[in-house]
């Protein structure tokens, strides 16, 4: 039989004390953020923006994926996904909300410092192609998942969406210390290794993909008015492989998507599909790239933006279809999920389904009637809107379908693009990158921050 002192059994209880009461030694202390599932009454707005930035953010921080950090495509699992998928776009949308976050107090600058190091340190390793990377990346190893079945190479969009992120956090993390230190660092010898001018194909316009084992056979060319300028304008910035004006202009812009100039609801859309497409187009490029007064031969992209947005506000109102839910405070058309599958809603496909997202991201270009809208979905709706990952993706009163789902390029333009309505924060990082201040000079773009 073992005989214990009672200094011992006094020591051990000591020990035990000290490790489950401090959080360095023994426990951690969770890093999670508490999902607010009640509806609150009575915030003033800047209550509810705070609110509604900070429980999006979860789906970020929680929900990453917890080898890589990156951003999940998606909340649930659909379309033989896999439970692996991270998505390399939406990561870059969620390295920008972290920083929000860590402006915004939700967490420490250490924590998105080290969160975003973490995703870099695993892109750093993780499957490339002439420095471009995929759609799609399996979160544990860094191996292509394929978005289709020749789809298994570089996406040069997806690629310029998650620079453009990771652009802004180099702006971000100037302190010199070790894990600042390595994100600038990593960040800058990815950013200079993709080869953009090679994805021209010697042409005057860029190839969204290009696959080791299907090469060219896509043959996707990025042209028109859509979600792509930031690919271009990312090109030209290039430290090492820029495009010059005329893949810009002979490709992109010379399209007979391009130019619109026509009136809708008595609103003119200078670039872009009748009715402007899906709202997206107004966000993805615009989350780092400020429009305020942003212009070039073709257009004054605040205009664009902005005339986009009360165009497809208009049309909900009027609501020629004659769906229910529609209306002044319950309005927007974009990409989202819906009742019978994904779709890209817009004016032109129009099924009923209205997404939070598409209002809510455009709160800097209409932040009277965003807030409208937000109070609608918060305060009346609620009930069967809000969640743990902040707004469900889309909805449709006249089907009466709630999605269950959350996709990452969903829920960071609605933390991203409400903070520069706030405070401009990205759009100032982002410009403030002098590769950027460069490729934009190149294009002939001229702006308030060159």
Same mark, same amino acid.
């Given at each position: 039989?073992?005989?214990?002192?009672?200094?011992?059994?006094?020591?051990?209880?000591?020990?035990?004390?000290?490790?489950?009461?401090?959080?360095?030694?023994?426990?951690?202390?969770?890093?999670?953020?508490?999902?607010?599932?009640?509806?609150?009454?009575?915030?003033? /707005?800047?209550?509810?923006?705070?609110?509604?930035?900070?429980?999006?953010?979860?789906?970020?921080?929680?929900?990453?994926?917890?080898?890589?950090?990156?951003?999940?495509?998606?909340?649930?699992?659909?379309?033989?996904?896999?439970?692996?998928?991270?998505?390399?776009?939406?990561?870059?949308?969620?390295?920008?909300?972290?920083?929000?976050?860590?402006?915004?107090?939700?967490?420490?600058?250490?924590?998105?410092?080290?969160?975003?190091?973490?995703?870099?340190?695993?892109?750093?390793?993780?499957?490339?192609?002439?420095?471009?990377?995929?759609?799609?990346?399996?979160?544990?190893?860094?191996?292509?998942?394929?978005?289709?079945?020749?789809?298994? +190479?570089?996406?040069?969009?997806?690629?310029?969406?998650?620079?453009?992120?990771?652009?802004?956090?180099?702006?971000?993390?100037?302190?010199?210390?070790?894990?600042?230190?390595?994100?600038?660092?990593?960040?800058?010898?990815?950013?200079?290794?993709?080869?953009?001018?090679?994805?021209?194909?010697?042409?005057?316009?860029?190839?969204?993909?290009?696959?080791?084992?299907?090469?060219?056979?896509?043959?996707?060319?990025?042209?028109?008015?859509?979600?792509?300028?930031?690919?271009?304008?990312?090109?030209?910035?290039?430290?090492?492989?820029?495009?010059?004006?005329?893949?810009?202009?002979?490709?992109?812009?010379?399209?007979?998507?391009?130019?619109?100039?026509?009136?809708?609801?008595?609103?003119?859309?200078?670039?872009?599909?009748?009715?402007?497409?899906?709202?997206?187009?107004?966000?993805?490029?615009?989350? +780092?790239?400020?429009?305020?007064?942003?212009?070039?031969?073709?257009?004054?992209?605040?205009?664009?933006?902005?005339?986009?947005?009360?165009?497809?506000?208009?049309?909900?109102?009027?609501?020629?279809?004659?769906?229910?839910?529609?209306?002044?405070?319950?309005?927007?058309?974009?990409?989202?999920?819906?009742? +019978?599958?994904?779709?890209?809603?817009?004016?032109?496909?129009?099924?009923?389904?209205?997404?939070?997202?598409?209002?809510?991201?455009?709160?800097?270009?209409?932040?009277?009637?965003?807030?409208?809208?937000?109070?609608?979905?918060?305060?009346?709706?609620?009930?069967?809107?809000?969640?743990?990952?902040?707004?469900? /993706?889309?909805?449709?009163?006249?089907?009466?379908?709630?999605?269950?789902?959350?996709?990452?390029?969903?829920?960071?333009?609605?933390?991203?693009?409400?903070?520069?309505?706030?405070?401009?924060?990205?759009?100032?990082?982002?410009?403030?990158?002098?590769?950027?201040?460069?490729?934009?000079?190149?294009?002939?773009?001229?702006?308030?921050?060159?």
């Amino acid at each position: 039989m073992i005989k214990i002192s009672h200094f011992s059994i006094l020591l051990i209880f000591s020990l035990v004390f000290v490790l489950f009461t401090n959080p360095v030694l023994g426990q951690k202390k969770s890093n999670k953020i508490t999902a607010d599932l009640s509806i609150k009454k009575n915030l003033t /707005d800047d209550q509810l923006l705070d609110l509604v930035q900070k429980q999006t953010f979860r789906y970020f921080w929680d929900f990453g994926h917890p080898v890589s950090g990156m951003a999940r495509e998606r909340s649930n699992r659909s379309f033989d996904y896999g439970d692996e998928v991270v998505t390399t776009g939406g990561t870059g949308f969620g390295v920008m909300a972290m920083i929000v976050a860590a402006e915004r107090k939700f967490i420490t600058r250490e924590q998105a410092a080290e969160r975003t190091k973490k995703i870099v340190d695993f892109l750093w390793k993780a499957d490339m192609f002439h420095g471009a990377f995929p759609h799609w990346l399996n979160g544990e190893t860094g191996k292509v998942i394929r978005f289709s079945p020749k789809d298994d +190479g570089a996406d040069i969009v997806e690629t310029s969406l998650l620079f453009q992120g990771l652009l802004t956090a180099r702006q971000y993390y100037t302190a010199d210390n070790p894990v600042e230190n390595d994100i600038r660092n990593k960040i800058l010898w990815m950013w200079e290794g993709i080869e953009w001018n090679w994805f021209t194909q010697n042409q005057n316009v860029l190839y969204w993909h290009w696959s080791p084992n299907n090469g060219w056979s896509m043959n996707h060319q990025i042209k028109g008015w859509n979600e792509c300028l930031i690919t271009y304008v990312m090109a030209a910035s290039s430290p090492k492989f820029p495009i010059n004006k005329r893949v810009y202009d002979d490709g992109y812009a010379n399209n007979n998507t391009f130019f619109n100039g026509r009136k809708f609801n008595g609103i003119t859309l200078p670039l872009g599909f009748d009715y402007g497409g899906p709202l997206f187009f107004s966000h993805y490029s615009f989350l +780092g790239l400020d429009p305020r007064g942003l212009k070039d031969n073709n257009a004054d992209y605040w205009e664009q933006n902005k005339n986009h947005t009360l165009i497809n506000r208009a049309y909900c109102i009027e609501n020629p279809k004659k769906y229910k839910g529609y209306g002044a405070n319950s309005w927007g058309l974009t990409a989202s999920d819906s009742w +019978g599958g994904y779709a890209a809603h817009s004016p032109t496909e129009d099924l009923g389904v209205i997404t939070p997202t598409a209002a809510l991201s455009a709160f800097p270009y209409t932040p009277e009637y965003s807030m409208e809208a937000l109070k609608h979905f918060y305060y009346d709706k609620g009930d069967k809107l809000w969640s743990e990952y902040g707004f469900v /993706d889309a909805f449709s009163e006249e089907k009466n379908w709630y999605a269950k789902s959350h996709l990452a390029i969903d829920q960071g333009p609605i933390i991203v693009m409400i903070e520069n309505y706030r405070s401009g924060l990205l759009w100032k990082l982002f410009m403030s990158s002098p590769d950027v201040k460069r490729g934009l000079k190149t294009l002939g773009f001229t702006s308030p921050n060159l």
